[in-house]
């Protein structure tokens, strides 16, 4: 997280290294900001720059070369399709099966849960193809942030990425809290036994959580010291954690009774269930991090599909296997919304077996935190690369081949709010983040395939943003409409409408790139269908959550205007620059 310096004030690479330090070159090298009149020429060039950045696009050899070049050395390529495919499940399948499928089957769905974890999870999976042919076509450590800034341009990008970021802060310091939680409970504590209380403090926030600092930091060491080594461990352990899910699955048909399953089936009816799916989706969230391993994957068109669509697949089975094994064990009104599998085994007369379901829980939150924090560190380290972020926490260490400045930073960032901060406002700061994200990528991939400047013409280009906002326009108002009503009759106008403009898509525009390596099938109707079900799901989401997720993207914007839009300007000119002297050398 430092730079070394040296006495010699020169640019030469022979420079000798005295000292360790970070100085104002590191935050903010740019010309804009060398001094005070630079950067009030800067501000008062902020409208034209806006306008700069948010109709240029990067190109995928900026991405993949320039880019990358900026942390002057490269990752080390040590992952195959297996460890995808652990790192998929590891990322995903945490504590989220143990606490949402119970308030899902009580309040919603009941035995028909099972069939909301098939619709979410088929949702997922559109999710999942969009991402696939992304890290296929881009392999590089930004993730949705580099996709984005290709196709859909860097003032798009700043916004999703800023979100996503809070997001897994938010989601890494809950996790580890509840493994706090998780643990306290395996010794047979009340979950706040080992959190430090100080009274002086405003209350939810005197609980103080070092167990939390304490498997943060650990996880930050060994993700910080080698990709392959945090690989291994994340296999080994979520093995384990098959392991248990298999024994609960196994323990608890022992238990079965088919008369709750089949009695009351759907006794919330086709809303209930495609509510609790609104809900189970977020169960399903975590693999957009293992996109930004991209750079450390040695085949990538390879192991990309088969890791992160055969993860998703084993999710999906494991999940609609465990939520009808819970529906069979005890009466859907009897399923306990905070702890169902806890209290289901004590309803049997297998009380033990709590301790079974808070290990592999452990097991999972260490997995989901882990992956976490790689992909915290991938994603800053790829802003740094533009500058939106400071350029010091692009910096790959030499020797371990892992972003170790920005894994750091992030977990420090971590660190803090889980010291201090309670799950239950963890929780509800958790918002529409990921959501939000899932539906530009698949925009992204839809611009990707029928638009390529220069060779798309002008009518096809005016074809597609109408089709586009019609996509939009109908899939926006089918989630009003979910969430202000409950009938049925204006799905008569915003489904059709969202049909045909796909339909007219796919036959009035010609498709201007085809994948190189690997692509998603039935293009536009894949990435459409993942705009629609997103943000149907949004939907369901409360409205305090869009409040948050408004008050944190004016604070970025705060950010982007004063700081963050005057580097990535400087650094972009600075790279167009580079581009023109190298062709002119060419010539």
């Known amino acids: 997280m430092v730079k070394t310096s040296s006495s010699d004030n020169g640019g030469g690479n022979g420079l000798k290294k005295k000292k360790w330090r970070l100085t ?50 490269e990752m080390k390529k040590t992952l195959n399709w297996w460890d995808i495919i652990w790192f998929g499940i590891g990322a995903i399948m945490g504590a989220g099966i143990f606490v949402l499928t119970g308030e899902a089957m009580r309040n919603y769905a009941g035995p028909a849960v099972i069939i909301s974890y098939i619709i979410s999870g088929t949702s997922a999976l559109l999710s999942v193809l969009c991402y696939s042919e992304f890290t296929v076509e881009l ?44 643990f306290a409970t395996l010794c047979n504590h009340a979950p706040n036994s080992f959190r430090i209380h100080v009274p002086s403090l405003t209350e939810d926030y005197n609980y103080l959580d070092p167990i939390a600092v304490g498997i943060s930091i650990l996880v930050c060491v060994g993700a910080s010291l ?5 690989s291994r461990f994340n296999s080994i352990t979520t093995i384990a954690h098959i392991f248990v899910l298999l024994f609960i699955i196994i323990a608890g048909l022992t238990k079965a009774n088919p008369k709750n399953f089949v009695e009351q089936f759907a006794p919330f ?99 989901v935190l882990l992956a976490n924090i790689i992909a915290q560190g991938r994603y800053f380290t790829h802003i ?36 201090f901060t309670s799950l239950d406002v963890l929780a509800n700061l958790l918002s529409i983040a990921t959501l939000f994200l899932f539906s530009l990528v698949a925009l992204a991939l839809i611009v990707r395939r029928y638009y390529v400047a220069g060779q798309t013409t002008d009518s096809d280009r005016n074809k597609l943003i109408g089709f586009l906002i ?44 085809k994948p190189k390596l690997w692509g998603v099938p039935l293009i536009p109707w894949i990435p459409s269908a993942c705009i629609a079900i997103n943000l149907f799901i949004m939907g369901s989401v409360d409205g305090a959550s869009f409040v948050r997720f408004g008050i944190w993207t004016l604070l970025l914007l ?30």
């Open 470 to 513: 019609l996509i939009l326009a109908s899939s926006i108002a089918s989630a009003a409409y979910w969430a202000v009503s409950t009938g049925w009759i204006a799905y008569t106008i915003t489904v059709p409408v969202w049909f045909l403009s796909t339909m007219g898509l796919q036959l009035t525009v010609k498709e201007a790139r």
């Open 24 to 73: 104002k070159e590191d935050f903010l090298p740019e010309e804009s900001f060398q001094n005070w009149g630079n950067y009030v020429t800067a501000l008062s060039n902020t409208r034209a720059r806006v306008m700069d950045r948010v109709l240029s696009r990067s190109l995928d050899e900026v991405e993949l070369h320039q880019m990358r070049a900026r942390s002057q050395h």
């Open 139 to 182: 392999p590089v450590a930004g993730g949705s942030f580099a996709y984005l800034r290709v196709e859909l341009g860097d003032f798009i990008a700043y916004i999703a990425a800023g979100n996503i970021l809070f997001e897994y802060v938010v989601g890494g310091a809950s996790v580890a809290r509840s493994w706090t939680s998780y």
């Open 384 to 419: 740094g690369r533009t500058h939106m972020a400071p350029p010091f926490l692009a910096a790959i260490n030499e020797k371990t081949g892992t972003p170790m400045n920005a894994t750091i930073v992030m977990t420090i960032l971590n660190s803090i709010v889980a010291l």
């Open 558 to 587: 705060v950010y982007y205007f004063f700081i963050a839009l005057h580097a990535s300007y400087d650094a972009a000119k600075e790279i167009e620059k580079e581009a023109n002297e190298s062709a002119q050398a060419n010539i």
């Open 269 to 367: 009816g086709i809303r209930g269930i495609l509510k609790a799916s609104s809900i189970l989706f977020f169960a399903y969230v975590g693999f957009d991090g293992v996109a930004t391993l991209g750079e450390e994957i040695k085949n990538p068109h390879r192991d990309v599909p088969i890791g992160l669509i055969g993860s998703m697949a084993i999710i999906i089975g494991f999940y609609t296997t465990l939520s009808a094994t819970l529906a069979l064990m005890v009466p859907y009104n009897q399923v306990d919304p905070d702890a169902p599998f806890t209290v289901a085994f004590k309803a049997t007369g297998m009380n033990w077996a709590k301790y079974i379901v808070a290990f592999g829980a452990l097991k999972g939150m260490t997995t």
């Open 226 to 230: 080698s990709i392959k080594g945090s």
